[in-house]
């Protein structure tokens, strides 16, 4: 196994951070002064100790928050324009950073370095670049009123920012997640308590540093690290005026719950378990290539995972056989190693989790391809295939969230509609086939936020995304994410 980089480059960079939180502008210690340390998946080694947040931390950046927030602050009164260009700024800064992003995406949560590289670090600038334009395009409208004199008054609405956000992000994606929350919130003029994964908060901190370089105010971007408890007191603060939370369905609901005391908006992106429809008339070397990127992509660890797959009849052993050699065919190693496809799960748990599924599937009498630990050391599991799954297995039912695919044919386009929405997410699917007209009915009656055509995995700063069901409330990304960093206020002048 060749390396990218060796052991002192690794520390220089590590050690380069801050493990400390930031808190109205400052790098600052845990009120209790504890820590907790953070793993690399692949060695199962310590990469650094970093302050270990709880609710009086919480409390703390949520004053800091709302101090930036308030009337007549740096931040509120700062011309939109002059807010887009910070935004900007840190999206450059960004990409100056690139190299040293991708490493630490691939040390703390183990994907491969070049995919960090090459997508996670790209797609988070131009998440900033892209939502740094609308600072100057969030408007109001003006609309004469119906039921009175027009000419009598004056009616318009005006957009403002909701107030301070708290942000709870997970550990797949820690950079670009942090991305995907704090850019539109900016954008909008909000305040931001950002609460990145226990497993993965180095990316977070570096974000941080830059986003002070770029010239955020104090208080406007904080940055609160630790485990649950932090995020719960962030959920349940009643200075917190809107709440956005990326994780389990589980966790989401306890995020409802905790939210209720004020009110405060709440918008959610959870699990999913996400159906991937092939037809017979689909190009099949393409249907093939993109099941397996479809879940085999980041470990498998993705909400939108193509992990229930349903294949026509007549091509269902070909597809399956398909998925099956590209799956034993991909590199499975350390992120660092230029030649590794696929890196390890990032922790114990996840590991647990994701070989306690596939251990499901096999007492329930899926015929098992991969499924094996692979090496001694690290989270590292084969790239899986359950053939001939059912729909009543835990395995087809729950979201696995590793790179495990059920297999399951189907006879017509009627029978397998019902079937790929009998789940109660509703995040992503997709479907391969050459019939433009049959793609464009699946995709319309598949119950869910992304459907993707003769593809998978496309995401762009451009395009909404979110689920239906327990997939979550509202969407990230494009427009659409304005309505959960905003308030439309309505204002009526008499003119006489």
Known sequence: ????????????????????????????????????????????????????????????????????????????????????????????LVLENLEEFALLESLDNGKPYAVAKAADVPLTADMFHYMSGWATKITGRTMPVSAWDPNAYLTFSLKEPTGVAAQIIPWNFPLLMAAW???????????????PAEQTPLSALLLGELALQAGLPPGVLNIVTGFGDAG??????????????????????????????NLKKVTLELGGKSPNVVYADADIEKAIAGSAHAIFFNQGECCVAGSRLYVEESVYDQVVEGVAARAAEIKVGNGLDATTEMGPLVSQEQF????GYIDSGR???????????????????????????????????????????????????????????????????????????KAYRTAKRLRAGTVWVNTWNVFDATLPFGGYKESGWGREMGEDVFHNYTETKTVITDLS
């Open 1 to 92: 196994m060749t390396l990218a980089f060796d052991a002192p480059h690794i520390e220089r960079v590590v050690g380069s951070l801050s493990r400390k939180m930031l808190i109205n502008g400052e790098w600052v210690d845990s009120a209790s002064g504890e820590t907790f340390e953070t793993v690399n998946p692949a060695t199962e080694e310590v990469l650094a100790s970093v302050a270990k947040g709880g609710a009086e931390d919480a409390d703390r950046a949520v004053r800091a928050a709302r101090t930036a927030f308030e009337d007549g602050s740096a931040w509120r009164t700062m011309p939109h324009g002059q807010r887009g260009k910070i935004i900007h700024k840190l999206g450059d």
């Open 181 to 195: 929350k704090v850019a539109p919130a900016l954008a909008a003029g909000c305040t931001v308590v950002l609460k």
């Open 232 to 261: 719960a007191a962030l959920a349940s603060h009643p200075d917190v005026d809107k709440v956005a939370f990326t994780g389990s369905t589980e966790v989401g609901k306890e995020i409802v719950k905790a939210a209720a005391g």
């Open 352 to 355: 647990d989790r994701v070989t």
């Open 363 to 437: 007492s329930d009498g899926a015929g098992i391809h991969g499924g094996t630990r692979v090496g001694d050391k690290g989270y590292f599991v084969a790239p899986t295939v359950l053939a001939g799954a059912r729909e009543d297995m835990k395995a087809v039912q729950e979201e696995i969230f590793g790179p495990v695919v059920a297999a399951m044919p189907f006879r017509s386009e009627d029978e397998i509609i019902p079937v790929a929405n009998n789940t109660n997410y509703g995040l992503g699917a997709g479907v391969f086939t050459k019939d433009v007209g």
